[in-house]
Nanobody
């Protein structure tokens, strides 16, 4: 089991920045693929970014490329967000898989076994 807990959300004005953190504990040696998803109000959960421990460059959704950066430091995952826009308003979730997912699978939420409770970002003026 891997325990996952997100933090760092909040209210921010358009154009602002935030850094989300995802602390993990438990069987963290099994964390091969990690990702961030988000769920805007009234919409389905969508992939934001992901990275794998052993291979490949990080993967980003088109809507966030150039503004979001995913990083991993041992057992903590980060999502640095710049130039926030109202469309970024959502609950953000950290997800972990014990498998080294192929690139095309990383955007599928059902490929991840462990999830946090989420942290909310609201972007408005």
């Amino acid at each position: 089991q891997v325990q996952v807990e997100e933090s760092g959300g909040g209210w921010v004005q358009p154009g602002g920045s935030l850094r989300l953190s995802c602390a993990t504990s438990g069987r963290t040696f099994s964390m091969n693929s990690v990702g961030w998803f988000r769920q805007p109000p009234g919409k389905e959960r969508e992939f934001v970014a992901g990275t794998r421990k052993t291979s490949g460059a990080p993967i980003y959704a088109n809507a966030v490329k150039g503004r979001f950066t995913i990083a991993r430091d041992k057992n903590t995952l980060y999502l640095q967000i710049h130039n926030l826009i109202p469309a970024d308003t959502a609950a953000y979730f950290c997800a972990v898989s014990a498998r080294n997912l192929i690139a095309s699978s990383m955007s599928s939420w059902n490929q991840y076994e462990y999830w946090g409770q989420g942290t909310h970002i609201t972007v408005s003026s």
